[in-house]
């Protein structure tokens, strides 16, 4: 078991509908110490690349992506939720379902802040359905940019996004893939990577 599939372990809690709590170290309350050893992880594993931006979502992703761009020396810029209906022309803009809230946001980048120059690393703290995942590459190929990977901390492998995203042919980078929880029983089942 790897850092981040020891902690789901010990401190995530199984909720019903397909939900996994991780409040207590990586969205409500943060452990910065986890959120280092993550940045580096991500820096790891895209070595290869020439990351030029963080690219993530609000609210949960934006912590995280601030420690994978500092590893990568590099600006973090998240795609607001946006609830006004006239979208002015000087942004991106992608329709996004919530799995946690089940309503759709519009989400928008600033046209300002992702370019056709860019190479961008997506970062999200889970990956479900692969909608906020979908809606991130849409405003990314709206800037003419290229993505160059995504990095999750965790995806529940019982859901479709992971395949969904695999399929688009885009290196995706999983910390710990879920792939069975049970809520009675509290039991999580990590996928052998
Ligand atoms: P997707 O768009 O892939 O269906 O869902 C991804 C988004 O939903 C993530 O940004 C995350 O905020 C939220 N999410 C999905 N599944 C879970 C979960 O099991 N636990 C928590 N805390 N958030 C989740």
Not at 2 to 9: K, M, P, Q, T, W
Not at 72 to 78: E, L
Not at 143 to 167: D, L, P
Not at 177 to 192: H, L, N, P
């Amino acid at each position: 078991m790897n850092f981040l599939e020891e902690r789901i372990i010990k401190d995530g809690k199984v909720k019903p509908n397909n939900v996994l709590k991780v409040d207590s170290f990586l969205n409500h309350q943060m452990d910065i110490s986890l959120m280092e050893e993550i940045g580096r992880e991500f820096r790891r594993r895209f070595s290869d690349k020439q990351i030029t931006k963080v690219l993530t979502i609000e609210a949960s992703g934006i912590g995280i992506a601030c420690f994978v761009a500092k590893e990568f020396g590099v600006p973090m810029v998240f795609a607001k939720k946006s609830h006004s209906i006239n979208i002015d022309s000087e942004v991106y803009i992608a329709q996004v379902e919530s799995f946690t809230h089940k309503n759709i946001n519009n989400i928008v980048v600033s046209k300002q802040f992702i370019t056709a120059e860019d190479r961008v690393l997506i970062i999200d703290d889970f990956l479900a359905n692969g909608c906020a995942l979908q809606g991130l590459i849409g405003i990314t190929k709206s800037a003419g940019a290229t993505v160059e990977g995504i990095g999750i901390v965790i995806e529940k492998g019982f859901q479709i996004g992971g395949q969904i995203i695999r399929n688009l042919g885009i290196q995706l980078e999983s910390l710990a893939i879920v792939d069975a929880m049970d809520a009675e029983t509290g039991t999580v089942t990590f996928r052998e990577q």
